[in-house]
């Protein structure tokens, strides 16, 4: 791939005053994308963060970036990425050109992108090996009831792709606050093995706490928050995805850490940077 | 080319100080980084990951999530060694993120400060109603909020509405001065130092825009909590 010697990238991303997994998968994401040396420089940038999504206009050097890539690690379009994102970085639509010169290209949210399909199909695959995917119950966990956010939409969407390749015995969505409820997993699926991932940015006391016990996991979540000198936290799995598969009842059940947390999603955020680009 | 903020880190030449962090080069060109307070300490963890800085700048001395990065509350106890300027800056922006940047565009003349009322009037969604906060109760709660005495270090650029009002009368008048380093204003509340005395030079960390957590606080005045 070739480097964009004026071109800077920014991955632009919620974060969290309470919950300090929000935007590790994000910072591990951009360290991936600048080590490849695709664009002259990486940022990143918070809602609820520091750097603020209004630090972030200051943050690329008009004299050396040209040009600057916003790529919103969203799962879905929505409230943020429609209004919150576009007001704070003062953008008019997919290209906005700065008074001091600077071009910002606005692209599509991650989770938007057709390759989220493989990246959801590969980590059922890791997160129970071996195990015959037409055996298989899959769920996709979303959040439901988001205010203004489509994130249930998304999941939908990716559950029937993956349904319409018949590669598992049955692909549902389930949702924490509303029906169809991940508590009523045993209901809502036939098979002995059941995959669990859900669709969520990053980790959080949703993915370590709620979920798991929605789906009946009573193992302590033990919650690896990663000290100083610790691999980096996206791929340090907390302790609930280290015990699969989970026995219950008469059920296997493998439980994912939240998709965003993926390696593959900093490729996906270069190819929407990239797609802008051109 | 060095970019804006290379040119800045450049020019600092150390020891500076950056928020609570004590920036040092060694003879072989290497940068070592502690908290402020740690100076005279030896048994320090040593880190040499620039990426190390993500997790030291996370959580406090307690344990602790540190929402605001430019809190007082930098935990102790750690010695960062980094090779070079570009180790130095990438560390930096983990443990205070974006401020070199906002630093340089200051320096630049480039820097747009947003009164807090238009910060305010933008605001959509659930904080829309912070803008219903009245100037009395701003004074109040800056000075509350925003004072680098276990508040926030950063020295305060914006003003309280287009009409140039201060963001706060209660604040310290050192709390705008960027050639003021808050930590020593705070040990010194009086009298600026004495010229004798050797200080290190300081990179001020800048706020040109009231913050996200400011913003809930107003919401949270105007709804009684
Ligand atoms: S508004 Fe600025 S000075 Fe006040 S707490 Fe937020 S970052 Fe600190």
Redesign the interface.
């Given at each position: 791939m070739s480097f964009n010697k004026e071109s800077a990238l920014l991955i632009v991303a919620h974060g969290?005053?309470?919950?300090?997994d929000s935007s590790?998968p994000t910072?591990a994401h951009a360290?991936k994308i600048r080590r490849r040396k695709i664009f002259a420089e990486v940022g990143?940038?918070f809602?609820?963060?520091?750097?603020?999504l209004?630090?972030?206009?200051?943050?690329?050097?008009?004299?050396?970036?040209c040009e600057v890539c916003v790529v919103p690690n969203f799962i879905s379009e929505g409230?943020f990425t429609q209004?919150?994102v576009p007001?704070?970085l003062d953008l008019n639509g997919r290209i906005t050109k700065r008074p001091?010169g600077q071009i910002w290209k606005y692209c599509e949210p991650v989770g938007s992108d057709p390759r989220m399909t493989d990246l959801l199909l590969q980590r059922a695959r890791e997160i129970a090996p071996g195990v015959p995917e037409a055996e298989t119950s899959l769920l996709i966990v979303a959040h439901g009831t988001d205010?203004?956010e489509n994130s249930a939409v998304a999941a939908k969407r990716e559950a029937e792709k993956i349904r319409a390749l018949g590669k598992y015995a049955e692909v549902l969505n389930v949702y924490m606050e509303e029906p169809p409820l991940v508590s009523d997993w045993r209901k809502l699926t036939m098979s002995r093995n059941v995959v669990v991932v859900p669709f969520f940015i990053s980790d959080g006391l949703h993915s370590y706490e709620d979920i798991p016990r929605l789906l009946g996991i009573t193992v302590a979540a033990g919650v690896d928050r990663?000290?100083?000198?610790?691999p980096?936290p996206a791929t340090a799995l907390g302790e609930i995805f280290r015990r699969n598969p989970y026995k219950i009842g008469d059920r296997l059940l493998f439980y994912a850490p939240s998709i965003g947390t993926d390696p593959g999603f900093a490729d996906i955020i270069i190819e929407q940077a990239l797609a802008a680009k051109s | 080319m060095p970019d804006s903020i290379e040119r800045c880190l450049e020019s600092a030449a150390p020891p500076f100080c950056f928020g609570q962090i004590l920036i040092r080069k060694t003879n072989a060109g290497h940068f070592i980084l502690i908290h402020r307070d740690d100076e005279p300490q030896k048994n320090l963890e040593i880190f040499q990951n620039p990426d190390d800085a993500i997790e030291i700048a996370k959580y406090d001395d307690a344990g602790n999530y540190r929402p605001l990065k430019t809190a007082p509350n930098l935990r102790h106890g750690w010695r960062l060694e980094l090779a070079d300027l570009e180790e130095l800056r990438r560390a930096l922006d983990y443990f205070y993120p974006g401020r070199l940047a906002v630093f340089a565009a200051w320096k630049g003349g480039e820097l747009k400060t947003t009164p807090l009322r238009g910060t305010l009037d933008r605001q959509s969604g659930m904080y829309r109603v912070a803008a219903k906060i009245s100037d009395a109760q701003i004074n109040d709660l800056v000075a509350n909020f925003c004072r680098s005495n276990g508040g926030c270090l950063r020295t305060i650029l914006w003003k309280r509405d287009r009409g140039g009002g201060i963001a706060s009368t209660k604040l310290p008048k050192e709390k705008f001065d960027p050639g003021i380093d808050q930590i020593q204003a705070l040990e010194r509340p009086e009298s600026p130092p004495p010229a004798t005395t050797p200080v290190a030079a300081t990179i001020p960390l800048l706020c040109q825009e009231a913050c996200n957590l400011l913003i809930a606080e107003c919401r949270k005045v105007v709804k009684g909590k």
């Open positions: 969290s005053t309470v919950n300090p590790a910072l360290a990143c940038a809602w609820k963060e520091e750097p603020s209004r630090d972030a206009i200051f943050l690329f050097d008009p004299k050396s970036i409230y209004t919150v007001r704070e001091n205010l203004n990663g000290r100083p000198g610790s980096p | -």
